[in-house]
């Protein structure tokens, strides 16, 4: 039967999570099970397609991101695939309607990453984030008001905006690993070979701004997600806090993160104003 090759295809998703990302697969979990495995279904084809163009370097990446866009648009018209990850991901955007429009955006931008590596103008900066991060937040944001046009329209800006700010700082955590590994500059006007207080501070301003309007949104989420986003929420802010008060020189030589101690604190914090409903 097709549910058990579904239901297998879903615990790939699900691992993929969890090998990739503890942060965000402890996020996962604080959804209610009833949306969690379509958003594990979503990161897992992310994810594979970001490992393509960032990771395997002994291999050609356009042969196997053109291969890896192949399979996934029959998966999306036959509505079933062999590669588990992308029937995973498949079953997610037909049940939910997830327009192709975004799907196309975000490979868009990965395929970006296969041959440019300096991004000059806030426009090629705005777009290649719109793609990489904030149709991510429009795809888990179908999932989040489950067929609610009206709620996906009123919280689209929101949505858009935290994917902003989660991807901006993964871009200021990761700068060694993106400027000296992949050769990439994504942030326009900054020089990441002396980059300092002012430029760094001017990041973070920009970052605490896209926060501020995406917590606008986690507010108005239905129950079965706000617990979840805002636990993302809290995880990034912290990276963000951190980044803050880390010297610019530090940034370029390490890469910022939060240790596992201070993760279970941040869950216990966001689950106390949860219930306090201080959100």
């Given at each position: 039967?097709?549910?058990?090759?579904?239901?297998?295809?879903?615990?790939?998703?699900?691992?993929?999570?969890?090998?990739?990302?503890?942060?965000?697969?402890?996020?996962?979990?604080?959804?209610?099970?009833?949306?969690?495995?379509?958003?594990?279904?979503?990161?897992?084809?992310?994810?594979?397609?970001?490992?393509?163009?960032?990771?395997?370097?002994?291999?050609?990446?356009?042969?196997?991101?053109?291969?890896?866009?192949?399979?996934?648009?029959?998966?999306?018209?036959?509505?079933?695939?062999?590669?588990?990850?992308?029937?995973?991901?498949?079953?997610?955007?037909?049940?939910?309607?997830?327009?192709?429009?975004?799907?196309?955006?975000?490979?868009?931008?990965?395929?970006?990453?296969?041959?440019?590596?300096?991004?000059?103008?806030?426009?090629?900066?705005?777009?290649?984030?719109?793609?990489?991060?904030?149709?991510?937040?429009?795809?888990?944001?179908?999932?989040?008001?489950?067929?609610?046009?009206?709620?996906?329209?009123?919280?689209?800006?929101?949505?858009?905006?935290?994917?902003?700010?989660?991807q901006k700082v993964n871009f200021l955590r990761d700068l060694k690993a993106d400027f000296e590994d992949l050769s990439r500059t994504y942030f326009p006007n900054t020089d990441l070979?002396?980059?300092?207080?002012?430029?760094?501070?001017?990041?973070?301003?920009?970052?605490?701004?896209?926060?501020?309007?995406?917590?606008?949104?986690?507010?108005?989420?239905?129950?079965?997600?706000?617990?979840?986003?805002?636990?993302?929420?809290?995880?990034?802010?912290?990276?963000?806090?951190?980044?803050?008060?880390?010297?610019?020189?530090?940034?370029?030589?390490?890469?910022?993160?939060?240790?596992?101690?201070?993760?279970?604190?941040?869950?216990?914090?966001?689950?106390?104003?949860?219930?306090?409903?201080?959100?």
């Open positions: 039967m097709k549910s058990i090759f579904d239901n297998v295809s879903f615990d790939c998703s699900v691992k993929v999570t969890k090998a990739y990302s503890t942060s965000f697969s402890s996020a996962v979990k604080m959804l209610a099970p009833s949306i969690r495995q379509d958003i594990y279904n979503i990161y897992g084809f992310v994810r594979f397609a970001d490992e393509i163009v960032d990771t395997f370097h002994d291999y050609d990446k356009e042969a196997l991101f053109s291969q890896f866009e192949k399979e996934l648009s029959l998966a999306l018209t036959q509505k079933i695939s062999l590669n588990p990850i992308l029937n995973s991901f498949q079953h997610t955007v037909n049940k939910y309607n997830i327009p192709i429009e975004l799907i196309d955006a975000f490979m868009h931008s990965m395929k970006l990453d296969l041959h440019k590596s300096v991004y000059t103008t806030v426009e090629e900066y705005n777009q290649y984030i719109y793609g990489s991060a904030d149709v991510v937040g429009l795809m888990c944001l179908k999932v989040f008001v489950n067929g609610n046009d009206e709620k996906y329209e009123e919280l689209k800006h929101s949505a858009m905006r935290l994917g902003s700010a989660f070979s002396r980059l300092d207080e002012a430029s760094k501070q001017q990041i973070i301003n920009e970052i605490q701004a896209d926060f501020d309007a995406g917590f606008e949104g986690i507010q108005k989420l239905p129950i079965e997600a706000k617990f979840g986003v805002y636990t993302a929420y809290i995880y990034y802010k912290k990276l963000l806090s951190k980044l803050k008060k880390t010297p610019s020189v530090e940034i370029k030589n390490t890469r910022i993160r939060v240790p596992d101690y201070e993760k279970v604190g941040l869950l216990a914090k966001c689950y106390l104003n949860y219930r306090l409903n201080i959100l």
